[in-house]
């Protein structure tokens, strides 16, 4: 799965019912991940947090979906217990779909397999893939952890924020460790004389040793 590459409408089982995936997304953003297995401890603290952070992905328009190769009944006793342990505090109930993937079918074409066990059935439980997927239906950015790492939700959310503001201003990009409301870089190709017109409230340039003025941000977003 390459950024920019288009996810294709797949029809699939989910704890919630039949999908049809673009059907499911309408004009949203949208994060599809998959997990390990059920009733394994890592992937019950990754969906906690989710289900903690809920309200933050309805803040900005984003539509959540969970994926594993475990069947849908199993799915279904997994939530129906989840919501009741507590983590990190807080006790919520998972009100997003699972999506039932037993013959691996989406897993495979959704590329969210180890390379070595790809072509063994019984092996190939899937990575923690994370794909974040925009209105026009195309990957925007994806991630990939190995079952032994836990995913940081504070950190889908930072990026989904960048993804948005990018995607609403494209003259701007966001350095290393941004957060909303800190400095953004302006991109190169936008000449200085049109920096007043686009950013009115002003612009920092910073001089670097090569003399080149190529380093521009500001808070104006």
Known sequence: MRLGA?????????????????????????????HP??????????LGRIAVHDHEFKKRG????????????????????????????YSRRLSLPIIGDEKRELAVLLDMIYEDSKDNEE?????????????????????????????????????????????RLKVVATPANWTPGTKVMILPHVKDEDLPKLFPKG?????MPSGITYVRTTTDY
Not at 12 to 29: C, M
Not at 203 to 207: A, L, N, W
């Open 37 to 46: 297995a059920d009733f394994t401890p890592v992937c019950t603290t990754e």
């Open 203 to 207: 612009v920092e340039k910073i001089s």
């Open 62 to 89: 984003v539509k959540v979906i969970a994926h594993s190769c475990d069947k849908l009944r199993s799915h279904t006793d997994w939530v129906n217990v989840r919501h009741q342990i507590v983590l990190s505090g």
């Open 123 to 167: 092996a190939a439980l899937t990575v923690r893939a994370l794909y974040i997927i925009g209105p026009d239906k195309k990957l925007k950015l994806s991630m990939q952890y190995p079952a032994s790492t836990g995913r940081n939700v504070d950190e889908i959310l930072r990026v989904i924020d960048s993804l948005q503001l990018t995607t």
């Open 6 to 34: 288009t996810i294709p409408n797949f029809t699939a089982e989910t704890t919630q019912g039949r999908i049809k995936f673009y059907d499911w997304l309408g004009d949203s953003w949208a994060v599809l991940f998959s």
